[in-house]
């Protein structure tokens, strides 16, 4: 079945720190979601994509719609310790289904105080 | 403002055994999901539910069956648990997209 790549697997940064992330498919999406996991709960959705080349942020975090349609990256800026989690990417497939979702297998962020 | 409600929480079975998952969500969503998360593979689709009375197979509906009780309600039935079945399952939702999940069931079979 269709897969995202997602790296980096894993990010261990300094507070403050600026963090990048990206996920990349080998077919072409016409949604991207970004989510991110805590401990013992369920993924929150953190920003939705939905045209090409659209960029969106919702506080200290921007994610972006490739202009390929095959990718999408995560941005955060100036992390603090509460940005600690796993970030999920997910993709609805242009070929697919309206309700199924790929998603990638996750970034898990650690962030020194 | 709930959201989506998944019971129970946390769940130890023996193999062999049934047990039934709910999910109830109040957004007046026509569709939604069931899913398992393990480690290192991410979340798998089991079944979902594009609207009520409509139910369709996923990535990994083998030992899983589910039904759509109304427009709020979705369970997920392990009729004969297997170890195999150990997971973190969730349940989700959407108008299409995007999906909004619950907090998760953890389920161990012995």
């Known amino acids: 079945g269709q897969q995202l790549n997602q790296s980096p697997q894993s990010m261990f940064i300094q507070e403050g720190e600026d963090v990048s992330m990206n996920c990349t498919s080998s077919?072409?999406?016409?949604?991207w979601l970004w989510y991110k996991q805590d401990p013992g709960e369920g993924p929150v959705l953190l920003i939705a994509?939905?045209?090409?080349?659209e960029l969106t942020s919702n506080g200290r975090l921007t994610a972006q719609f490739g202009i390929t349609r095959k990718d999408s990256f995560l941005n955060i800026s100036a992390s603090i310790p509460s940005d600690v989690g796993i970030y999920f990417c997910?993709?609805?497939?242009?070929?697919?289904?309206?309700?199924?979702?790929?998603f990638g297998k996750g970034t898990l962020l650690t962030v020194n105080p | 403002n709930a959201g989506v409600t998944q019971t129970p929480k946390f769940q130890v079975l023996k193999t062999g055994q049934s047990m039934t998952l709910q999910c109830a969500q109040d957004?007046?969503?026509?569709?939604m999901y069931w899913y398992r998360q393990d480690p290192g593979m991410g979340l798998r689709l089991i079944y979902y539910?594009?609207?009520?009375?409509?139910?369709d197979k996923g990535e990994v509906p083998n030992g899983y069956n589910v039904s759509r009780l109304n427009k709020r309600e979705f369970s997920l039935r392990l009729e004969s648990a297997a170890p195999s079945q150990t997971s973190v399952y969730f349940c989700?939702?959407?108008?299409?997209?995007?999906?909004?999940f619950g907090d998760g069931t953890r389920l161990s079979i012995l």
């Open positions: 989700a939702s959407s108008a299409i997209q995007p999906q909004h």
């Open positions: 997910a993709g609805r497939d242009s070929g697919g289904s309206n309700y199924k979702l790929t």
């Open positions: 957004m007046n969503h026509n569709s």
């Open positions: 994509l939905y045209k090409a080349g």
């Open positions: 077919s072409i999406f016409n949604t």
């Open positions: 539910s594009a609207s009520e009375g409509t139910t």
